[in-house]
């Protein structure tokens, strides 16, 4: 009996194989004039993993191209808003489609509609013009937004025309929008440091809270690291510093996220971690 049931556990395991697990390192959406979208996703799968199935934005999806780290193509199949790619042993996959499903338009207004779990950047065209946010971006750099997780909406215009009569005219909805950005982060930040306003431990007294916590060598340089930097540092920098490849370094940080040791923030072109003891 024992034998019959471990038998249909492995033809089991062979029909449906496991889809593992995976963190989403990059989403960004290039926006063109038309209304489509190129999505971009950058994924870190877990450790022994052989599957990702990854839910897609959009409902209509375009030239999908799904590679490894170094540009190979990897199996994959569309299936209810999915895609379900064979990683393989590849330690980073890359998904790329254009939809048109993303954005709306309403008289001269565009607006992107996003509803993600993961921070993500907007890429708009050269001459859009942002008249309109649901929430407070996380990084505004030329052209570029980074927008927080959750239902999220950008509205802008084309020809470098907003809502009004000429380009002067125009600006002056972003130029506003822009303004009110910054004194709502000024004010974020006067409270963060509000908040941090308790003096640093030295160094010495960093490392002996370091000794009341579980922690392995490459763990205990990385946060070291990080409090010799002020508290704060790119992934990239700290990955460097102490060695370890990309992957690897991922599931460090997540990790010592999940103890409560650190805080990672998702940034445009990199990620930053920050202590939180």
């Known amino acids: 009996m024992r034998l019959d049931y471990l038998a249909v556990f492995m033809v089991t395991l062979i029909l449906f194989p496991w889809a593992s697990s995976y963190a989403v390192s990059s989403l960004v959406l ?31 999806y375009e030239n999908v ?10 199996n994959f199949r569309l299936e209810n808003g999915s895609i379900l790619v064979y990683s393989g042993e ?28 993961d921070s993500f950047t907007v890429v708009l ?10 929430d407070i971006p996380l990084e505004i750099a030329g052209n570029s937004i980074t927008m927080p997780p ?28 822009v303004g009110g950005l910054a004194v709502a982060g000024a004010s974020a930040y006067i409270l963060w440091r509000k908040g941090r306003g308790r003096s640093m431990p030295t ?11 579980d922690l392995n060598e490459e763990e205990r340089r990385a946060l070291l690291y990080i ?15 102490i060695g370890l490849p990309k992957t690897t370094a991922w599931r460090m940080f997540r990790r010592l996220e999940k103890k409560g040791l650190v805080k990672v923030l998702k940034g445009r072109k990199e990620n930053w971690v920050e202590l939180k003891l």
């Open 30 to 60: 290039t926006v063109y004039d038309d209304g489509y979208v190129k999505v971009e996703y950058e994924i870190l799968p877990e450790e022994y993993s052989s599957q990702i199935e990854l839910p897609l934005l959009g409902g209509h």
């Open 65 to 74: 191209i799904v590679e490894d780290g170094n540009g190979n193509p990897l």
């Open 90 to 117: 590849a330690d980073i996959v890359r998904v790329s489609y254009y939809t048109p499903d993303l954005t709306v338009k309403e008289g001269i207004v565009w607006t992107l509609h996003v509803e993600t779990n």
């Open 125 to 134: 065209p050269e001459n859009a013009i942002v008249v309109d946010l649901s």
């Open 150 to 177: 959750g239902n999220q909406s950008v509205s802008y215009t084309l020809n470098g025309r907003a809502v009004g009569e000429g380009n002067e005219a125009g600006s002056l909805p972003y130029l506003a929008l």
């Open 203 to 213: 160094r010495e007294e960093f490392e002996r809270k370091l000794d009341n916590v």
């Open 227 to 241: 409090f010799d930097r002020g508290g704060r540092a790119s992934q990239a920098e700290v990955r460097e510093a």
